[in-house]
């Protein structure tokens, strides 16, 4: 599989990056990953037409992770797309996307492809509960010899590490430092140091950090050597726009 991000901030974006979201693409198979930002660009430039894109997976219902989605499907719709699109979300989440969308009048638009609102699991795709501050997703997306595993935003959770068991790549969120893990936690969040003891627990072969606050956006050294205490496999802080073969 293939791992291309195209933001890796938390709530407040930066001059040079944006509000996490990525793409996974395990061979025909295309899926974005949160929907922020430029969406139809984030994908032209990674080489996808966004009218093939399969599936959106939509991790929960705060700003920064849905606020794009009108522009994307109005894109799409705009492109003349025919392909059917799959949502996946929990159930409020589906909810709250579909309100969204609403506003803008957009699912009763005159030749509106097909979207399939689609509850927890999709095919190889499995969405399991997370510890955050409305109702959450992470998700574990299988191919026949790997597995990755995405946190979503958590504060530390026993979920994500029995999911990643077994999975060769975890995505966790390292909002800060372990200095204001009190504060981190109590809000749904994650340290670096957090992010790297669940990748140890889980025994993942690479990890995959992002969720910065703007301070760490540029420079997440300092997250990297948290998650390196306990944590004695890869840390990666993706580039953007990077190909990472998982």
């Known amino acids: 599989m293939k791992l291309i991000f195209f933001g890796t901030c938390g709530g407040i974006q930066t001059r040079t990056n944006t509000n996490v979201s990525f793409l996974i693409v395990d061979g025909e198979l295309s899926i974005l990953v949160d929907a ?6 984030y994908l032209e430039r990674a080489g996808v037409d966004p009218r093939t894109l399969d ?10 992770h849905i606020y794009a989605l009108p522009s994307l499907i109005h894109n799409l719709w705009l492109m003349k797309r025919e392909k059917p699109l799959s949502i996946i979300s929990n159930q409020f989440t589906l909810m709250k996307a579909q309100e969204l969308c609403t506003c803008f009048s957009l699912l009763s638009k005159e030749n509106l492809f097909q979207i399939d609102w ?12 997370v510890d955050h501050s409305t109702p959450t997703s992470g998700f574990k997306i299988k191919s026949s010899t790997t597995a990755i595993v995405y946190s979503s935003d958590t504060s530390p959770c026993k ?3 029995q999911e990643a068991e077994g999975a060769k790549a975890l995505i966790h969120e390292a909002s800060n430092t372990s200095e204001f893990e009190d504060r981190l936690n109590s809000a749904g969040h994650s340290s670096g140091r957090q992010a790297g003891e669940v990748a140890a627990r889980a025994g993942v ?3 995959f950090l992002c969720h910065f606050d703007p301070q760490y956006a540029n420079d997440s050294t300092e ?3 948290e998650a390196g205490i306990s944590f004695n496999g890869e840390v990666i802080v993706p580039e953007l726009f990077k190909t990472y073969e998982v």
Not at 36 to 41: D, E, Q
Not at 55 to 64: G, N, S, Y
Not at 118 to 129: A, P, Y
Request: charged share 20%.
């Open 36 to 41: 922020s930002g430029n969406p139809v660009h």
């Open 55 to 64: 599936i959106l997976v939509l991790t929960h219902t705060h700003t920064d």
């Open 118 to 129: 689609v509850k927890d699991n999709l095919g190889r795709i499995e969405l399991f509960t």
């Open 159 to 161: 979920r994500v590490i």
């Open 205 to 207: 072969e690479t990890l």
């Open 223 to 225: 997250l990297m050597a």
